[in-house]
T-cell receptor, first 111, second 113 residues
Framework: RKEVEQDPGPFNVPEGATVAFNCTYS??????FFWYRQDCRKEPKLLMS???SGNEDGRFTAQLNRASQYISLLIRDSKLSDSATYLC????????????FGDGTTLTVKP | NAGVTQTPKFQVLKTGQSMTLQCAQD?????MYWYRQDPGMGLRLIYY???????DKGEVPNGYNVSRLNKREFSLRLESAAPSQTSVYFC????????????FGNGTRLTVT
């Protein structure tokens, strides 16, 4: 079983739709969580950190469920420019010195 | 403020050739990382440097060596390139290991024939 698992998709949604991605992680010692966005053939870029209480940034909402060991990303009012691959990232402790990436979920927003 | 800068952007090698990928960051970050990304495989950690003067193996270190030259620079060397090392390589840095998010360079697209 992978340490971090995501539904690869693809998710094909119309503009204006609401779409949600989930990411599960296996190590209960995981301490910090992030969502990254990666456009085709480009570097991953931080979309948002995920906090225990949940957090929102404009149309994007991230949530963490430690009991069930998953994080989620909700995108409201999807735009064409949201089309990308979304990577879930989990950091295990402060001494591991590394981040574990999910394989990504591909989103295509269509007119 | 350039962030994380990688060179070269593209490289083609023949099997058995060697090369060094360069990475520099100007954000005064302590930790630096090298990842490779293959289609359908996601990002895999090759080596990382939690702080200046230290380096550690990641998930896929075989065939690679690294040097943390100073706080700014972290290089990745392929001593004898193999076709299996054809990939996109990303360098990244973070302020604090394990806590802060990663900042990535633009990537190096390497083809080994």
């Amino acid at each position: 079983r992978k340490e971090v698992e995501q539904d690869p998709g693809p998710f094909n949604v119309p503009e204006g739709a609401t779409v949600a991605f989930n990411c599960t992680y296996s190590n209960s010692a995981s301490q910090s969580f992030f969502w990254y966005r990666q456009d085709c053939r480009k570097e991953p870029k931080l979309l948002m950190s995920v906090y225990s209480s949940g957090n929102e940034d404009g149309r994007f909402t991230a949530q963490l469920n430690r009991a069930s060991q998953y994080i989620s990303l909700l995108i409201r009012d999807s735009k064409l420019s949201d089309s990308a691959t979304y990577l879930c990232v989990v950091n295990i402790g402060t001494n591991a010195g590394k981040s574990t990436f999910g394989d990504g979920t591909t989103l295509t927003v269509k007119p | 403020n350039a962030g994380v800068t990688q060179t070269p952007k593209f490289q083609v090698l023949k099997t058995g050739q060697s090369m060094t990928l360069q990475c520099a960051q100007d954000m005064n970050h302590n930790s630096m990382y090298w990842y490779r990304q293959d289609p359908g495989m996601g990002l895999r950690l090759i080596y990382y440097s939690a702080s200046e003067g230290t380096t550690d193996k990641g998930e896929v270190p075989n065939g690679y060596n690294v040097s943390r030259l100073n706080k700014r620079e972290f290089s990745l060397r392929l001593e004898s390139a193999a076709p299996s090392q054809t990939s996109v390589y990303f360098c990244a840095s973070s302020e604090n290991r394990g806590i802060a998010p990663l900042h990535f360079g633009n990537g190096t697209r390497l083809t080994v024939t």
